[in-house]
């Protein structure tokens, strides 16, 4: 089984991702965690160089490409073997997260990114989705760390981000599950779990 968490900067992925991680092992799974991009000693080296502030222009199709790099090494490196060997599989981001910042807010053509994607992942992708959804102006005021390259864009861009993970979402047949992002911490988790419970009902013919 293969999840995975997104949504723009200061949802609360992080924790949430770690609760239902144990949720997860409370239940029976043996669970597996990693980020994209990282995950991988390639991945991580990537990682750096898209998310630290330096002075190397990174042109958005190559910024495209560059994370691309990076979730093909994690499919192959980490995915690929939990998931082959029965193990849940929980990702923090994955294609979904490149088809709305360099698509639906970087202007590229997000179909031609999906398409990309599925070679780069060799067509893995999650079973659900669970996208953390809040008012990015609420999301922004949570984060009490100095912002990346990619959140130093301003609201404006991250807005374009909600609205394109919103409309992902709202095309998914389902398998992009929204979550209110802005209740506390325990509810979120309850919703969360509320839905990957009828989730794995459904998958089990329950």
Same mark, same amino acid.
């Given at each position: 089984m293969f999840f995975s968490f997104d949504g723009t900067d200061g949802v609360g992925k992080s924790t949430q991702i770690e609760l239902f991680k144990h949720w997860l092992m409370d239940n029976g799974h043996e669970v597996v965690l990693?980020?994209?991009?990282?995950?991988?000693?390639?991945?991580?080296?990537?990682?750096?160089?898209?998310?630290?502030?330096h002075d190397i222009n990174i042109a958005r199709r190559s910024e495209m490409?560059?994370?691309m790099t990076a979730r093909t090494q994690l499919?192959?490196?980490? %995915? $690929?073997?939990?998931?082959?060997?029965g193990k849940t599989v929980i990702c923090?981001?994955?294609?979904l997260a490149n088809i709305?910042?360099?698509g639906h807010a970087g202007g590229l053509d997000s179909e031609v990114i999906r398409q990309v994607g599925a070679v780069a992942t060799d067509g893995i992708s999650p079973d659900l989705t669970i996208l953390l959804d809040m008012d990015v102006t609420s999301a922004r005021g949570r984060m009490d760390r100095e912002l990346d390259r990619i959140e130093s864009q301003g609201l404006e861009y991250m807005e374009l981000v909600r609205?394109?993970?919103?409309?992902?979402?709202?095309?998914?047949?389902?398998? %992009? $599950?929204v979550v209110d992002a802005s209740h506390d911490i325990a509810t979120i988790h309850k919703n969360i779990v509320s839905l990957a419970s009828a989730f794995l009902e459904k998958q089990r013919g329950v």
């Open positions: 990693c980020r994209d991009p990282g995950s991988s000693l390639l991945g991580e080296r990537l990682r750096d160089l898209l998310l630290d502030k490409f560059l994370y499919v192959e490196e980490v %995915i $690929k073997p939990a998931l082959a060997s923090d981001r994955y294609l709305v910042y360099q609205q394109g993970f919103l409309s992902e979402a709202a095309h998914s047949s389902g398998s %992009i $599950k």
